[in-house]
C-alpha cells in the first residue's frame, strides 16, 4: 500500500512536500515516483526514479522539485519549490514491480493548490 500527504493550498512561489509511505522496500521495485492529474487532464509523469538511476523529472519542472528516497522509512519524498498555479493538480505516488508481470501501484493522491 501506499499513503501520501503533504498536499495542501500555498501561494505562488511557495513550497511544499509531499511524502508516500510504502508498506514494502522501496528498493524491490523497479520504478518509483511521483505523477499528478489536474482537473480535465490527463495522468502525467513529475518526478521518478527508474531502475536506480538518476531521477528523471518532467520538462514543466525545471528545477523547482527535487524526488527523495528515505530507505529507512521506506518513503518517498517530492520537494517542490516555487509552485506555480499551473502546478494546481492530484499528486499521486506510484511504484512499479516486474517480475513476469508488470505490477503497478498507486497512492490515494493528495491535493496540491497554487493560487496565484
Known amino acids: 500500500q501506499l499513503q501520501a500527504s503533504g498536499g495542501g493550498l500555498v501561494q505562488a512561489g511557495g513550497s511544499l512536500r509531499l511524502a508516500c509511505a510504502v508498506s514494502?522496500?522501496?528498493?524491490?521495485?523497479?520504478?518509483v515516483g511521483w505523477y499528478r492529474q489536474a482537473p480535465g487532464k490527463q495522468r502525467e509523469s513529475v518526478a521518478t526514479f527508474v531502475g536506480g538511476r538518476d531521477p528523471n523529472y518532467a520538462e514543466f519542472v525545471n528545477g523547482r522539485f527535487t524526488i527523495s528516497l528515505d530507505s529507512a522509512k521506506n518513503m518517498i519524498h517530492l520537494q517542490m519549490n516555487n509552485l506555480k498555479p499551473e502546478d494546481t493538480a492530484v499528486y499521486y505516488c506510484?511504484?512499479?514491480?516486474?517480475?513476469?508481470?508488470?505490477?503497478?501501484?498507486w497512492g490515494q493522491g493528495t491535493q496540491v493548490t497554487v493560487s496565484s
Open positions: 506510484n511504484v512499479v514491480r516486474r517480475v513476469k508481470h508488470e505490477y503497478t501501484y
Open positions: 514494502q522496500n522501496i528498493f524491490t521495485f523497479n520504478s
